[in-house]
Structures are given as structure tokens and as C-alpha cells.
């Protein structure tokens, strides 16, 4: 019996030592559970809490988010969207309002976007990437904003350029002389690369300063009153005491300076003053004859042409005149005048000494004046404004660009008649009156006129032309007229003074 207690002593020794392992193993492992379920709890409800921000990494329009809530992150892009821009230009610091120009930014949009992408993944699959702390994908979502290009175009132009750009300055003449002292260029807004930056901008969370650029415009010309004004003074302080009437035509624009001064006093060119058209009378000879017998001329008709407008020969234009008709000459150069609506230019014989008037006591708005004494030649007058209207009429028909001439003789004129007419022009060669007041080398088509009166005296001076020149081609058309003389040493630099102050105010940089 003993020898039996003995042998299984050990056995119920082991099962005991056994059984208080497995209850601590068990109890181990239920805490272990009881562990993990509190760390999975623990971790849940911190992931809940997480998943209702937003994800490590997020971007909404720039701008970091991560770990905010929605409304967080909207107060955050309205601070940054809403904030100025501090923009210089020319020296000038000055903020931007946003919502002054029209930007706003679409919050709700882009939240539905960040929301989208804060929850519309698996919440299981989710919390296991956050128990293994692996960081979820980067998200950005883009900018919903507007901006009304109207506005800020607006604001810019009426808020910064009208203020801050600097006009260029006018070259202004110099008084007593022919030239002009030099303007400044100026500085003015570039308003489409402005509209660039600024949309820029306001879509930038961070880049929210900018400098605006500008373009630098060319000095500009003096204006044609400055002109005017210097072109009469020039007149009044000259030893000339007569009577002078004065038209130009800028062939750019169009625009006019038309003035006379009798005996240093400035007197109306309304009607404007008829005068002896002298030798500047064979340009609407000639005209005339291109438009009745046509330009395609043969080589004696050229000859007598160029000896007409190159060497100012009465008697050959005598011979144009009989061409376009052999008695009636001149009362149809005078007639194509008034088609024109040249009413008080006209020619009523021809030019041989003891020509029959064909049109006397011609009365015109220009000789019908009570208040100015010209003693006009009774066969041939114009004045300056309608010869100077010629001009141009037959400078723009060569440009091909319209005209009266073209207009009134569409099937009988073309450019290339006009540009004929100013080709035989330009064999004047004077080198004087208009043409002394060019640099050397200018083009000036041009008619020159005087002619000794009754008394056998020079009374009346008169040049008419077109100058090219680099900087813009115009018309000059300058009458004079003497009572008693008319000096040619007195007349002919007053004519080069007044063509040299015309030439500079179109070619200022190379006075």
C-alpha cells in the first residue's frame, strides 16, 4: 500500500502544478484580449475622430488642411483668398480687395471635393491602414474660383492707369525759331499682361505681390495748335508786311492749319481769300487734261507737259489747254474745278498776251470779300485752302486710297493717273520758296507762281506742293500778295521759314 502512494505521488503533484499554468496562460491571454480589444477600441474611436478632419497630407487650393475640420479649413481659405493683393506700379504701392475686382472663390465646391475624399473610401479598409500607420494618398484638390475679367480691366484702368501713368510730353517749339525742343516719352500701364498677373494672383495662395509692368510710349509730337501758334508768330515778327494766306494738310490724319495775316493782323479765312493763282494754275491745267484726254500719254504730249509743271512755259500750256479743247480750254479746266467743289478756282483764258476772257467778271465766295483788297487776276484765281484741297485730293488718289478726284472722275481717273500728275510736279526744281525749307533730298512735287502785275511790279508770290517726308507727308499751299511790293528777299525766307517749322514739327527727332 505504502509502495502504492508512493508511485503515484508524483502524478497528482504534476496535475496540480498543470492546471495553475493553463489558469495563468488563460488569464494572461484575457488580458492580452482584453488589451488588444481596448487598444482596438482605443484606436477606433481615435480614427473615428481623425476620419472626421481631414487626412494628414490634404490640400484644398493650396492650402495645407490636414487635421482641420470643415469648418476650419473654410475659415482658412476664406483668410487667404480674401486677403489684399499688394501690387507697385510706377513707384506706387497700393492693395487690391479680391472682391473688388470680382473674384470669389467657391468654398462649399471644394469642401464637397475634400469631403468626398474623406470619406468615400472603405472605413474598415481605412482603420486598418491607420493600425498600421500607413499614411493615407496625398489629396489635393484644386481651386473653384471666378473672377470677372470686365471688373478688374475696370479697376485697373480706372484705378491705377488713369492715376499713375505718365502721358508723354509733347515737344514744345522754341520760340523765335523753326524747331522744337525734344519731349519725354511716357510710361503707360500694360493692361493685358496686368490682367495676367493679377488673375495670377488672386488664384495664388501664397504669391499675393506682384509688380505690374508698363510700356514706354514715344515722345510725342508737338500738337498742331503748338504748330499754328509758331507758324504766325513766325509770320508777325517777319519783315513781311502783306497779306499771306497759309493752309497745310497733315496727309495722315487729315487735320489743317488754315489762317491769313494782312499787314501783321490775323484776319478770317471764312470765306477764304481768293489770290492771283499765277503759275499754280497749270496743276489743275494739267490735272484736267489727264482726266479728259487720259494719262497714256505719247512722247511729245509728255514733253509739253513736263515743260508745262517743270519750266513753267506759258506757251506750252497754251498748247495743253488747246488739246483738251481748242476754244474751250480753259472753261473746262474750270468746270472740272467745280466738280471738285473747287468754287472759287477757275481760269478764263488762256495764257498768251491778249487772250480773250472767256468767263468775265467771274464772281466767287473767295473775290467777293469787301474787307480784303488782293486785286486778284481776273483770268486766273484760287485760294489757298482749295488748292491745297487739290493736293491732297490727288496725293490720296495715288495712294489709292480715295479722293475727290476718284470720286468725281471714277471711270476717267485711277492712282496711276494721279501719280503721273505728281511725277511731272516734281520737275520743279526752284530750290526755293517751299522747297528751300526741306532738307536736301526731300521729294516735294510742287508749283511755284509769281507774276508781274499791270504796274509792272511783283506783287504776288504763291508755291504750292506735297513734302515727303520721314516722318509724315503734308500739303503746303501759301499765298501772298504785296500792295505796293512784294520783295522777293522779304517773301522767299518767310516761305522757307514756315515750310522748315512744318518739316520739324513732322520729323522732330531729326530736326
Excluded at 479722293?403 to 468725281?408: F, S, T, W
Aim: aromatic content about 10%.
Amino acid at each position: 500500500m505504502l509502495y502504492f502512494l508512493r508511485d503515484i505521488r508524483p502524478y497528482f503533484g504534476g496535475s496540480l502544478r498543470n492546471r495553475n499554468t493553463n489558469t495563468i496562460l488563460r488569464g494572461i491571454s484575457i488580458l492580452f484580449l482584453l488589451g488588444a480589444f481596448v487598444l482596438t477600441v482605443v484606436s477606433l474611436i481615435s480614427y473615428s475622430r481623425q476620419r472626421n478632419n481631414y487626412p494628414a497630407g490634404m490640400t484644398i487650393a493650396g492650402i495645407p488642411v490636414d487635421g482641420l475640420s470643415p469648418a476650419e479649413a473654410s475659415q482658412r481659405l476664406l483668410e487667404v483668398y480674401t486677403s489684399p493683393i499688394e501690387a507697385e506700379y510706377n513707384g506706387a504701392l497700393f492693395h487690391i480687395d479680391p472682391g473688388a475686382v470680382g473674384f470669389t472663390i467657391d468654398v462649399e465646391t471644394m469642401l464637397a471635393a475634400a469631403d468626398l475624399t474623406r470619406t468615400g473610401g472603405s472605413f474598415w479598409a481605412g482603420f486598418w491602414d491607420y493600425l498600421w500607420n500607413r499614411n493615407p494618398t496625398v489629396s489635393e484638390i484644386p481651386l473653384s474660383a471666378s473672377i470677372s475679367e470686365d471688373r478688374l480691366r475696370e479697376f485697373l484702368q480706372n484705378e491705377i492707369s488713369s492715376r499713375y501713368d505718365q502721358p508723354p510730353a509733347p515737344a514744345q517749339p522754341i520760340p523765335g525759331g523753326t524747331s522744337f525742343l525734344p519731349g519725354a516719352p511716357g510710361q503707360i500701364l500694360d493692361l493685358d499682361r496686368a490682367l495676367i498677373i493679377l488673375t495670377n494672383a488672386l488664384r495664388s495662395p501664397s504669391n499675393r505681390s506682384v509688380a505690374l509692368s508698363f510700356n514706354q510710349t514715344s515722345a510725342a509730337r508737338p500738337t498742331l495748335q503748338n504748330l499754328e501758334i509758331l507758324l504766325k508768330q513766325l509770320v508777325i515778327t517777319s519783315d513781311f508786311d502783306g497779306l499771306i494766306g497759309f493752309y497745310m494738310m497733315d496727309l495722315q490724319t487729315g487735320q489743317e492749319i488754315h489762317f491769313a495775316i494782312d499787314n501783321k493782323q490775323e484776319t478770317t479765312v471764312e470765306p477764304d481769300i481768293a489770290f492771283t493763282a499765277s503759275s499754280t494754275i497749270k496743276v489743275p491745267v494739267v490735272a484736267s487734261y489727264l482726266i479728259n484726254r487720259g494719262s497714256d500719254l505719247d512722247a511729245q504730249t509728255a514733253d509739253i507737259i513736263s515743260r508745262v509743271l517743270g519750266k513753267s512755259d506759258n506757251s506750252a500750256t497754251d498748247l495743253v489747254l488747246q488739246r483738251i479743247d481748242e476754244f474751250n480750254g480753259p472753261i473746262i479746266v474750270t468746270q472740272n474745278m467745280e466738280a471738285l467743289g473747287l468754287r472759287s478756282t477757275f481760269l478764263g483764258g488762256m495764257f498768251y498776251l491778249g487772250a480773250p476772257n472767256l468767263i468775265p467778271g467771274r464772281v466767287t465766295p473767295g473775290n467777293s470779300r469787301s474787307d480784303i483788297f488782293v486785286d486778284p487776276d481776273p483770268y486766273s484765281q484760287t485760294t489757298p485752302a482749295e488748292m491745297g484741297s487739290l493736293l491732297a485730293d490727288i496725293y490720296q488718289c495715288s495712294q489709292n486710297s480715295g479722293g475727290a478726284l476718284i470720286a468725281a472722275f471714277p471711270d476717267k481717273v485711277t492712282p496711276a493717273t494721279c501719280q503721273l500728275l505728281i511725277d511731272f510736279m516734281a520737275q520743279d526744281k526752284l530750290g526755293s520758296l517751299i522747297q528751300g525749307g526741306v532738307p536736301d533730298g526731300t521729294l516735294v512735287p510742287h508749283k511755284h507762281g509769281y507774276v508781274l502785275s499791270r504796274d509792272g511790279v511783283l506783287h504776288d508770290t504763291s508755291d504750292v506742293g506735297i513734302v515727303y517726308s520721314p516722318g509724315g507727308d503734308f500739303v503746303l499751299s501759301i499765298y501772298t500778295y504785296h500792295p505796293v511790293q512784294n520783295i522777293w528777299d522779304i517773301t522767299n525766307p518767310l516761305f522757307v521759314k514756315l515750310t522748315e517749322a512744318t518739316y520739324n514739327y513732322f520729323n522732330v527727332s531729326t530736326q
